[in-house]
């Protein structure tokens, strides 16, 4: 899967537990692989690589770390941005 798809997968997930105001232990996990590859991508955007680690916190944390939806948004605005 190449970085534009990576992003573009992380950014579904996120909008979706943005609705549902909830997320799976397989989304969570899923959130965390994507993030770690993002992170490791040497061409990445240092504004993004700082938001790619807060949502790889967020992912390590699940259901206990409760986000609200001007978080999602912020996260999802930094990642479109510099797709």
Same mark, same amino acid.
């Given at each position: 899967m190449d970085y534009q798809h990576q992003l573009s997968l992380l950014?579904? #997930?996120l909008k979706n537990q943005? &609705?549902?105001h909830y997320g799976t232990s397989d989304e969570y996990n899923q959130i965390q692989r @994507? =993030?770690?590859s993002l992170i490791n991508n040497e061409s990445i955007d240092p504004n993004l690589k700082? =938001? @790619?680690m807060s949502i790889e916190q &967020?992912?390590?944390q699940? =259901?206990?770390m409760v986000q609200d939806d001007v978080v999602f948004d912020n996260w #999802? =605005?930094?990642i479109e941005e510099t797709k």
């Open positions: 950014i579904d #997930i943005k &609705y549902e @994507l =993030t770690e700082q =938001t @790619l &967020y992912s390590n699940g =259901t206990s #999802i =605005t930094m």
